[in-house]
């Protein structure tokens, strides 16, 4: 079964700095991996999509990486701002699962100004 | 943001008691699904839906069940709620279920006493 891990569990930055939240997954055949925001007491709200066969994918500010071979993804977000605070969330698409994202616990950021 | 619509937003309610959550979407999108958050254990997948009357299991299935009459609708009804069903339910929609994003609505908040 396909487990998704996310560490650390929160994190807590400077306004300014760059921040860098990691994914990892313990069956690599997947079919994509996808990075959410969630606000408290709110939705999620997709941020990233990184097909398998994408080494990484970026909008805006973020960036994220995909390396199947060793189970991890990395989201980047450059200089951060407070309204980056929230919690992040990796979820993982894998071959046999038909559409069932599996979702780490998440990371929750606090960018301070 | 996708069209998605939950109802209702928050709702308490006493054990034993059916409950049903509803999800509507103005998308067209195909896909479907029900999710709940709970803290120590993320998202887990309920029920999902592929088409109108075609649905099949998640994750944490039991005590759930769902219903698509339409492509618009898709109804979570809990038969007989109970306390450890107490939960955020998410539902999400998709175009394509394996390689597209999936897209979340609001969120209701359930609480059984």
């Known amino acids: 079964k396909q487990e998704v891990t996310q560490i650390p569990a929160a994190l807590s930055v400077p306004e300014g700095e760059n921040l860098v939240l990691n994914c990892s997954f313990t069956?690599?055949?997947?079919?994509?991996l996808q990075w959410f925001r969630q606000d408290p007491g709110k939705g999620l709200t997709s941020l990233l999509l990184i097909q398998s066969s994408q080494r990484e994918q970026t909008s805006g500010r973020l960036n994220a990486s995909l390396d199947k071979s060793s189970g991890r993804s990395t989201l980047y977000i450059a200089a951060s701002q407070p309204g980056d605070s929230a919690t992040y969330l990796c979820a993982v698409l894998t071959t046999d699962s038909w559409g069932k994202l599996q979702f780490g616990a998440g990371t929750q950021v606090v960018v301070t100004p | 943001d996708a069209g998605i619509t939950q109802s209702p937003r928050h709702k308490v309610t006493e054990t034993g008691t059916p409950v049903t959550l509803r999800c509507h979407q103005t998308?067209?999108?195909?896909?479907m699904y029900w999710y709940r958050q709970d803290p120590g254990h993320g998202l887990r997948l309920i029920h999902y839906?592929?088409?109108?009357?075609?649905?099949d299991k998640g994750e944490v299935s039991d005590g759930y069940s769902v219903s698509r009459s339409k492509t618009e609708d898709f109804l979570l009804t809990l038969e007989s709620a109970t306390s450890s069903q107490t939960s955020v339910y998410f539902c999400?929609?998709?175009?394509?279920?394996?390689?597209?994003?999936?897209?979340f609505g609001p969120g209701t908040r359930l609480t059984v006493l």
């Open positions: 999400a929609i998709s175009r394509d279920s394996n390689a597209d994003t999936q897209y």
């Open positions: 839906s592929y088409g109108v009357k075609d649905t």
């Open positions: 069956d690599s055949a997947i079919y994509n």
């Open positions: 998308e067209n999108h195909r896909y």
